[in-house]
């Protein structure tokens, strides 16, 4: 009875927003917004996203330069063009101590395209289905919307014929199904029979750091390094993110995937390769898990706080011992391309964002919030066990997005941007 009420609503909610079939047929007005490399849509992106009434996302083509805003309303054109006309059709500079490269345009045409529902009725639906923590009977994966089909998005592992019919039946043209596979977080686990046994197996053994990389490094540390710790009869191995400035504390901390560790836990650098602990040094301490938030309705992340003398760099390993510097940070929209860079799978740059601000929910029942989602563009492995915290990155120079959280162990990834951190604790990924 609770899920048919709230169908009800959203019933009205979809009528409310739907617009005449004159209104959708007509034709897409262009413009234009010069962006720079930081992707900040300015008050035009703020203005999409507030109002989830009149709009309902918009999308970003990178390879055409074209920006597709998505009108639920009559009104929503017209705002749009106000928040231009506010911003001079220029996107807003790149912050303080960024690479000056990142200042540069490119101009971008952007088109209204007249859809069927808004933001609103599309979130309305996905909160339906996330509340039950099933969409008819089959546990969803992934619950949010998806701006370029103007549907709810459901994951589920797999899409059946029954399954399609009976959620069309009920939802109509407004949700659209996924199939995503097994999806879980990238944490790498490796099990033993007792505490003892699992110390034994992870003992470190130290190793020459003339030449170092991203799995024996040293100090200070880089975004990229495999971190190892130990917990009762694991070894667990994750990625470090990327360094991030936390405005309640003072020194550059390490931003990674809040499921790897709870808050207190230290790691040390190195990998574990089923056998032995490599460690860059006799302690190899990389630091301790200082903030960390996950599942109970929050994103996936935590912050690595520098202690008995570990540092953190701007720099990110990408492939082997190549790194590049963290020039700057990036806004998340549907569209962008980036790279994956875990320290199992390595850097992979062929990822597109499909949507952010979803909730994901993983195997064994935890739920990420505000998540984006990305696919590779030609079927590669995006992600796999161990690259859990790892940075995504974009561009030349390049720029900060987030920290990997999961996958399906083949093209799909789920990542934490960086904005959702900032919108718990403020702050930002490096210059800092």
């Known amino acids: 009875m609770r899920t048919a009420r709230a169908l009800g609503v959203l019933a009205l909610a979809a009528v409310a927003t739907t617009l005449m079939p004159s209104e959708v047929s007509a034709a897409p007005v262009p413009d234009v917004l010069a962006v720079n490399g930081t992707m900040n849509l300015g008050r035009l992106g703020t203005s999409v996203s507030a109002d989830k009434t009149d709009f309902a996302g918009l999308y970003v083509d990178e390879a055409h330069h074209t920006i597709d805003v998505y009108t639920a309303s009559g009104n929503a054109v017209a705002k749009a063009r106000t928040a231009l006309a506010a911003q001079h059709h220029i996107s807003p500079g790149a912050a303080p101590g960024s690479d000056s490269r990142l200042s540069v345009t490119t101009s971008y045409a952007v088109k209204y395209v007249p859809v069927k529902y808004s933001q609103r009725t599309l979130e309305s639906a996905a909160n339906v289905v996330a509340a039950s923590r099933t969409i008819e009977g089959v546990r969803w994966t992934v619950a949010g919307t998806d701006p370029r089909t103007n549907k709810t998005l459901i994951g589920v592992p797999t899409v059946t014929a029954d399954l399609r019919a009976r959620v069309k039946a009920k939802y109509g043209d407004l949700v659209e199904l996924q199939a995503t596979g097994k999806v879980t977080t990238e944490m790498k686990v490796d099990h033993y029979a007792s505490p003892r046994a699992a110390q034994a197996a992870a003992r470190v053994s130290p190793r020459d750091v003339s030449s170092v990389n991203r799995l024996l490094d040293s100090n200070p540390w880089y975004g990229g390094d495999r971190i190892v710790r130990i917990d009762g009869t694991d070894v667990i191995q994750c990625t470090a993110g990327i360094a991030y400035s936390d405005?309640?504390?003072?020194?550059?901390?390490?931003?990674?995937?809040?499921?790897?560790?709870?808050?207190?836990?230290g790691w040390k650098q190195g990998y574990y390769d089923g056998a032995l602990h490599y460690s860059s040094s006799n302690s190899g301490h990389f630091g301790i898990t200082g903030w960390q938030?996950?599942?109970?309705?929050?994103?996936?992340?935590?912050?690595?706080?520098?202690?008995?003398?570990?540092?953190?760099?701007?720099?990110?390993?990408?492939?082997?011992?190549?790194?590049?510097?963290?020039?700057?940070?990036?806004?998340?929209?549907?569209?962008?391309?980036?790279?994956?860079?875990?320290?199992?799978?390595?850097?992979?740059?062929?990822?597109?964002i499909q949507s952010c601000g979803n909730r994901i929910q993983y195997s064994d029942g935890s739920v990420a919030y505000d998540m984006c989602i990305g696919q590779s563009n030609d079927g590669s492995r995006m992600s796999q066990n161990g690259d859990s915290g790892g940075p995504i990155i974009s561009g030349s120079p390049m720029v900060a997005r987030g920290i990997i959280s999961g996958g399906n162990n083949g093209n799909t990834i789920f990542f934490t941007p960086w904005e959702a951190v900032n919108r718990l604790v403020g702050g930002h990924p490096c210059p800092c």
């Not at 405005?247 to 836990?265: E, F, N, R, W």
């Not at 008995?308 to 569209?335: C, E, L, P, R």
């Open 247 to 265: 405005p309640y504390y003072a020194p550059t901390q390490m931003l990674y995937a809040g499921h790897c560790a709870p808050k207190g836990y």
């Open 293 to 352: 938030t996950f599942n109970g309705g929050y994103t996936d992340a935590a912050l690595i706080t520098g202690d008995q003398g570990a540092q953190y760099a701007w720099d990110i390993y990408v492939k082997g011992a190549t790194f590049w510097q963290q020039s700057g940070y990036a806004y998340n929209q549907a569209g962008n391309g980036f790279c994956s860079d875990g320290s199992f799978t390595q850097e992979n740059c062929h990822g597109v």
